[in-house]
């Protein structure tokens, strides 16, 4: 390592352990204190040897930065990995491709409208409802299966999948091993399906890229496949983390159903204020020395970005912790930033708009039952597990 | 935080300011003096009709008919109280008697004045010709409806002449169109006032890839029409001809300061010469107390770039030196600010995304840092003197903000640092600008020299 590696930086000493007490399940429910405490180190050495970053514009800086990268590939490992985890050109060339093919204008509103209508009606004449396990989980898997022109019939194998692959984010026993599992599975579906649209055609962006000249079959595939997890599972967080937000603060409830409009300032605002990814954790590098807040993070070291802790900081967003839907200048990083924007932001902002402006509209007089609701393991892609709710009926 | 005088206050209260130019800069100026807590009388002056609106998109999304010349009207962020005086030009300005003088005669009183009355086109140099129904130069609404109709009627062939950014992507959405283009530009390569010759080559290839007849180093000589005075041909300085039933003149713009001559103002055809706080100077160089002036028609010393006098005629400068100067007219002296802003730009054409930042045009030397310009996708950036004065991108706009602060810091040139997607080998070649002599069509970034009574064109030495 460079000579000048970890000057300033704090190094091993009992803050080191602040990255592990927000990996820490014990403390997902409420990381934010350690996210303020972690910006008072802006570039901290942290035990897994990455340097974390979490004030708002370093992290901006460090997104915008061409010394950092991802280092892949389209040619990379035999199974291809997706235009998330590449750099350009690639990066460049597959997310082109993708975006041309991947509907989500207003065009498709009546079919989410749909789609949460046909799941809010089933909650009718319960009293207790889990707005995950009801609503927020099957409502975004449906959406994306429809937009990817995966047969109905065929969805409920994606459930466990996404599941598996994602929980293989945590360093648990046994988790890898069950991701490994379903990434081979899904990926056996996904190359059948893309070989049958080839032969005889079909609807959606599959369908669409594998008549494409521009991709492989591997490219197709591991397209299919970050679109179903990542639009799986961060809306699926997105919506519960919009409903419990919603539960604490009731009156925003009720202005939501006097003015369903409200859905699209309170969503952005809901991205700052409980973003689905948290932080993006080693996955970039630095290809040469890179400054940051007066720190040098020498070349080839990994970095984290925190992006919840930079959402929360005060010298970007004056009263960090107050949920303001109308909060002026609100320029988060729920959807990350630069080249990897979020790739289906505009169908995510839509699917949440759609489901919180519905479920105020329709439940009546909705009450958390547990707060906090128990969270799911994974510290990066954080959200409840299950969020029980008591309502007295269904308009 | 500061101590007002009771001048300062009695201004807040019940001054009169006067803007003249209602457009983009003339409304954040405004927007900014009643968001600041300016309570006195407002006028704003506009020699269109219209009340101010976004002229991007006229050359893009309207010309090609994807939205009405009526969406691009400019929205209001606050409520205004203004008095409007559109369709009414500036005739002149009486800096003793404080007041601005209207065509059609009625004198408007100020305490304070900002001018913000921009640019227009530059017309085509023959009236007759210019006359000639299809012979369009863009610069408003009205100009773009009558082009739309030209356009939509079916011409055998487009002629644009001038390859600047309005000229570009006139021929980008032509082309679109599926009409027959032709394009007609004096210099080497389409954009080389603004982006140099190198990276104008580029542009070249794009233009050809996408079916345009380009033609550089030649001139249109003359517009010829049919009996009914519609162009239908036009004679080059190599002798050849084409039949064209429409003609774009897009040969860059003049500053609107004819108003100001008997002003005494630092002003003349290479603009409003204002300090780095856009306090407008007299034509002795003294800065003027209550006269400030920002947008296109502006020209201020820039301290990234030797302090030399620049006019930017970008809409990220309208917004943020009207934002500047009206702060100014409104602060104490030791509450003013200064203008800082690096100049930064966007087109669109023939598909891609074009932005820069800084001032391409004091670059002696280019070098492509990221991307290819064979993919028509990568990022050049430009030096001065051994360090970064300007980044342009191709589809690459998402890395600006990275070479944004990189020429903030007036960091080395080449740089040295590695980065993704990047060349096998850096080579650093000559940027290629055209020699200022020779006059080229909107440059947009102006260099106007170090003086701030400079009235004439100058000619800034050739390199080397």
């Known amino acids: ?395 | 935080m500061s101590i007002r005088t009771g001048r300062d206050e009695a201004f807040r209260t019940s001054g009169r300011v006067v803007i003249v130019g209602a457009s983009l800069a003339g409304l954040h100026a405004a927007e900014t003096l009643r968001r600041e807590g300016f309570r006195g009388r407002l006028t704003l002056v506009g020699d269109e009709p219209d009340e101010p609106y976004d002229r991007p998109p006229l050359s893009k999304q309207v010309l090609a008919g994807r939205c009405p010349p009526e969406s691009t009207a400019l929205p209001h962020a606050c409520a205004l109280d203004a008095e409007w005086r559109l369709g009414t030009p500036a005739i002149g300005l009486d800096r003793a008697g404080r007041r601005v003088r209207l065509a059609g005669g009625e004198e408007i009183p100020f305490d304070r004045l900002l001018i913000a009355t921009g640019t227009r086109a530059r017309p085509w140099p023959n009236p007759a010709e210019a006359a000639l129904a299809g012979v369009v130069a863009l610069r408003g609404r009205d100009d773009t409806r009558r082009l739309r109709q030209e356009l939509a009627a079916g011409p055998r062939r487009v002629l644009v002449i001038g390859a600047g950014f309005t000229g570009s992507e006139v021929a980008s959405v032509g082309r679109e169109l599926g009409l027959p283009v032709t394009v007609a530009e004096r210099a080497a390569s389409p954009l080389a006032g603004a982006l140099g010759g190198a990276i104008g080559a580029v542009a070249a290839r794009l233009q050809r890839e996408h079916g345009v007849d380009l033609r550089c180093g030649v001139t249109v000589t003359s517009l010829e029409g049919d009996a009914r005075g519609h162009v239908r041909r036009a004679y080059l300085d190599d002798g050849s001809a084409l039949d064209a039933d429409v003609a774009v003149v897009a040969l860059g713009t003049l500053r609107n300061t004819e108003w100001l001559r008997d002003s005494g103002l630092g002003a003349g055809p290479r603009g409003v010469a204002c300090d780095a706080g856009c306090r407008v100077f007299d034509m002795y160089g003294i800065v003027t107390d209550d006269v400030f002036a920002a947008g296109d028609v502006a020209r201020s010393p820039h301290p990234l770039f030797g302090f030399e006098f620049l006019a930017l005629e970008h809409w990220s400068n309208a917004v943020e030196q009207a934002e500047v100067a009206a702060h100014n007219l409104l602060s104490a002296e030791s509450e003013r600010r200064p203008y800082l802003h690096v100049p930064t730009f966007w087109s669109f054409q023939f598909g891609v995304g074009i932005e820069s930042a800084g001032v391409p045009a004091l670059g002696e030397d280019v070098v492509v840092v990221q991307g290819s310009t064979d993919d028509r996708r990568f990022v050049a950036l430009y030096g001065h003197q051994g360090r970064t004065v300007a980044a342009v991108t191709f589809d690459q706009s998402k890395w600006l903000d990275f070479y944004l602060e990189q020429i903030e810091t007036a960091a080395p040139f080449p740089p040295r640092y590695r980065t993704v997607d990047q060349p096998a080998q850096r080579r650093v070649v000559p940027a290629d600008f055209p020699d200022p002599a020779v006059p080229s069509h909107g440059p947009m970034v102006i260099r106007t020299g170090h003086s701030p009574t400079e009235r004439a064109w100058t000619l800034v030495p050739a390199r080397g």
């Open chain 1, 1 to 395: 390592m460079d000579a000048r590696a970890g000057a300033g930086v704090t190094s091993m000493s009992a803050q080191t352990d602040l990255l592990a007490q927000i990996l820490d399940h014990a403390n997902r429910a409420n990381p934010y204190p350690l996210y303020a405490e972690l910006r008072k180190t802006p570039v901290l050495r942290a035990h897994d040897g990455s340097y974390v970053v979490s004030r708002y514009r370093d992290v901006v800086g460090l997104i915008h930065d061409p010394r950092v990268g991802l280092g892949n590939t389209s040619q990379g490992d035999g199974d291809g990995v997706s235009f998330i985890a590449m750099d350009p050109p690639d990066h460049d060339r597959l997310r082109r491709l993708a975006m041309r093919h991947f509907e989500q204008s207003d065009a498709i509103r009546p079919e989410l409208q749909r789609i949460v209508t046909g799941l809010i009606d089933r909650m009718q004449g319960r009293q207790r409802i889990d707005l995950v396990d009801d609503f927020a989980y099957p409502f975004p898997v449906t959406v994306i299966c429809d937009r990817l022109g995966v047969p109905h019939e065929d969805e409920p194998r994606f459930h466990p999948w996404a599941d598996a692959i994602v929980g293989g984010l945590d360093p648990r026993p046994g988790r890898a091993e069950a991701a490994a599992e379903a990434h081979v599975e899904m990926t056996r579906y996904l190359s059948a399906l893309v070989e049958r649209f080839r032969a005889q055609g079909g609807a959606g962006l599959l369908s669409g890229l594998a008549s494409d000249e521009g991709m492989t079959t591997q490219e197709v595939v591991a397209t299919g496949r970050l679109l179903l997890i990542a639009g799986h599972e961060t809306t699926v967080n997105l919506i519960a983390n919009g409903m419990l937000t919603l539960l604490r603060h009731p009156h925003l409830l009720d202005r939501l159903r006097a003015d369903p409009d409200l859905a699209i300032p309170l969503l952005e605002e809901l991205l700052r204020y409980e973003p689905p990814v948290q932080l993006i954790r080693q996955l970039y590098s630095t290809l040469d020395d890179v400054d940051v807040a007066g720190t040098t993070i020498p070349k080839g070291s990994r970095v984290t970005l925190v992006l919840a802790a930079a959402n929360r900081d005060p010298a970007r967003f004056p009263d960090p912790d107050r949920f303001h839907p109308e909060r002026p200048d609100n320029q988060h990083l729920g959807f990350f930033g630069g080249i990897h924007y979020c790739f289906g932001a505009a169908l995510a902002r839509q699917e949440v708009q759609v489901a919180l402006a519905e479920l105020a509209r329709r439940l009546v007089n909705p009450r958390l039952l547990e707060d906090p609701p128990p969270y799911r393991q994974n510290a990066t892609l954080r959200g409840p597990r299950h969020l029980p709710v008591e309502i007295d009926d269904v308009v």
